[in-house]
């Protein structure tokens, strides 16, 4: 039976992000309607409108022509007047404002995800940092958010912001992911050359808590590189961003270089090529396969 104390609960979205913040509400009491694509939740789609609070987890792709809210956009229209829609898709800056501007009937919020896929059921139950993005601050805004923040788990760290605010801590977290993989993967080039062994240098990086231990592994999952869902498709938006807002040739040098890496540590191991092919194209692979064939292998390996 529902709690009537509690505000009824709406999650638009059910992959892995949406399924275990869902799990997680529904676990603390909350009732919660699920709406995605999946079978035993289309029959939904109606419900989303009764919905005080309606969190959303779709797609925000980086396509070659930029980053598409459109997926986020087709979803908004379903929740109902003066409701609260809470976007955990990652959006690039200035996204909620604009996206405010569309829904003026709706409280639209930004609170970024921070899941990692294989923790992701613990992460969602314990966060390290709760932050609420509004577009407008003002006492209607202010109270959405914290009314948000009373339904989360509860957190060492909680933040209500500027929306804009909140989309680049987002990006931030990701960018600084992406860049650390990189750097590991540079270490280990280095210490190959070297015949070190990685465990005993990844036991002290690790110790350093300034080196996230997650992101110190140059091999993981199917091969070397900055990969999976969101890495890719961040960075590049991250790139455009900066690249159209600020005026520094060699801060935009220095991010296409990172990335340039990156795609040749993907490439030279064949992980994740299709995001590769999606973002930057087929002659993206095969311009960084031609490199890799003239490169020299390497005559020594890392102790196992």
């Not at 270490?187 to 465990?199: I, K, N, P, V």
């Not at 993907?266 to 064939?293: F, N, T």
């Amino acid at each position: 039976m529902a709690d009537m104390t509690k505000p009824l609960i709406g999650f638009i979205g059910q992959g892995w992000i949406g399924k275990n913040y869902s799990n997680d509400l529904e676990a603390r009491g909350y009732t919660v309607v699920r709406y995605g694509l999946e079978d035993e939740y289309k029959a939904n789609k109606i419900k989303i409108k009764d919905c005080d609070i309606v969190f959303i987890a779709v797609p925000t792709p980086t396509t070659k022509k930029g980053f598409d809210d459109s997926y986020v956009r087709s979803v908004l229209p379903l929740i109902g007047k003066g409701k609260i829609a809470v976007i955990k898709s990652t959006l690039i800056v200035g996204c909620t404002e604009r996206l405010q501007k569309s829904f003026k009937n709706i409280i639209v919020t930004h609170s970024p995800e921070f899941l990692s896929e294989k923790t992701a059921a613990y992460d969602a139950a314990h966060p390290d940092r709760n932050i609420i993005g509004i577009p407008v601050n003002n006492k209607k805004y202010v109270d959405g958010a914290n009314l948000v923040l009373s339904v989360l788990p509860s957190a060492p760290f909680s933040l209500v912001c500027d929306a804009s605010e909140a989309e680049l801590i987002k990006y931030s977290h990701n960018v600084h992911g992406y860049i650390q993989v990189i750097f590991a993967n540079i270490l280990y080039d280095l210490a190959q050359e070297f015949s070190m062994d990685w465990e005993v240098l990844f036991k002290a990086f690790s110790a350093n808590p300034l080196m996230v231990p997650r992101y110190l592994r140059p091999v993981h999952q199917s091969g070397r590189g900055a990969g999976g869902n969101c890495f890719v498709k961040d960075f590049e938006a991250f790139i455009r961003l900066f690249e159209s807002k600020v005026n520094d040739k060699t801060g935009i040098a220095a991010l296409k270089a990172i990335r340039n890496k990156n795609i040749q540590l993907l490439v030279s191991s064949g992980k994740d090529l299709e995001k590769i092919k999606e973002m930057y194209g087929l002659s993206a692979i095969r311009r960084h396969q031609k490199k890799s064939s003239k490169r020299t292998p390497a005559k020594k390996s890392v102790k196992k």
